[in-house]
C-alpha cells in the first residue's frame, strides 16, 4: 500500500494542535514538496511511515498537547513520562528527553540529535528526511539513517505508552536491545525484498 496524503496533513495537525512551532530553525529542515515525496517512498513499512507522518503533522496525542489547550503545560502530571522533568511534547519526548538521547547514541551513528535547533516536529522528519544535508551523512546510508530513527521513534512511543497505561519501568538497556533487534529485522527484510525484486526471468537462448 502507497500513502500519500500530499498537503492533507496541515489540516490533521491543525484539529489536534501541531507542535513546537513557536521558534525556527537555523538547522534543522522543514519538510518542501520534495521531502514528502521521499517519506512515501521510503523502503519502510507503512506503520512506519504513517507514525514519521504523524510526528511531522504534530499529531502524536501525548500529554503535552492536552496540556497546552488546558494551559497546565507545568503540572506534574502533564510532565514527560520517561524522566518527569519538563511538559511532555514530541521533540522532548523523542530526541532532549534523556531516555531519547541515550537511544540516539546507541544508534551507529551516535549523533547527539538533542544538540540540533529544531523548530518543530515537522523540522524533526524534515531533518531524517535530508540527514545528508543537515548532518553530512553520505546519500548511500539515508535510507538506513531513516529505517533506524524510525524505529527509535517507534519503540519510544511503544514505550511511552506503556509507562501510562501499563505503569512500566523505564529500562535503558531494554530499550537499546529492542531497536537494535527490530532495526536488523527490518533491514533484513528489506534486503530479501531488494534481491527478489533484481531477479528477472530470462528466456532461453534460440538454438
Not at 24 to 50: C, E, F, N, Q
Not at 109 to 129: K, Q, Y
Amino acid at each position: 500500500m502507497d500513502l500519500d496524503l500530499g498537503e492533507n496533513w496541515l489540516i490533521f495537525g491543525q484539529i489536534y494542535g501541531a507542535e513546537g512551532t513557536t521558534s525556527t530553525s537555523s538547522i534543522a529542515v522543514d519538510l518542501d514538496k520534495a521531502s514528502w515525496g521521499r517519506l512515501w517512498k521510503l523502503k519502510l513499512h507503512d506503520r512506519l511511515k504513517m507514525l514519521l507522518w504523524q510526528i511531522a503533522a504534530g499529531a502524536l496525542k501525548n500529554k503535552g498537547a492536552l496540556a497546552r489547550v488546558l494551559g497546565r503545560e507545568e503540572e506534574e502530571s502533564f510532565l514527560c513520562s520517561f524522566c518527569r522533568q519538563a511538559p511532555e511534547d514530541s521533540i522532548h519526548l523523542l530526541v532532549r528527553c534523556s531516555v531519547a538521547c541515550i537511544a540516539w547514541r546507541e544508534s551507529p551513528w551516535a549523533f547527539p540529535m538533542d544538540a540540533l535547533n529544531l523548530g518543530s516536529t515537522e523540522a524533526l522528519i524534515g531533518t531524517v528526511l535530508n540527514v545528508d544535508r543537515v548532518l553530512n551523512i553520505s546519500k548511500g546510508q539515508l535510507h538506513a539513517f531513516a529505517l533506524n530513527a524510525a524505529i527509535i521513534f517507534d519503540c519510544l512511543w511503544f514505550l511511552r505508552n506503556k509507562i501510562v497505561h501499563e505503569n512500566v519501568q523505564v529500562d535503558t538497556s531494554l530499550l537499546i536491545l529492542s531497536i537494535r533487534r527490530r532495526y536488523a529485522e527490518h533491514a533484513h527484510a528489506w534486503l530479501k525484498v531488494d534481491g527478489a525484486v533484481q531477479v528477472r526471468w530470462m528466456p532461453p537462448k534460440l538454438g
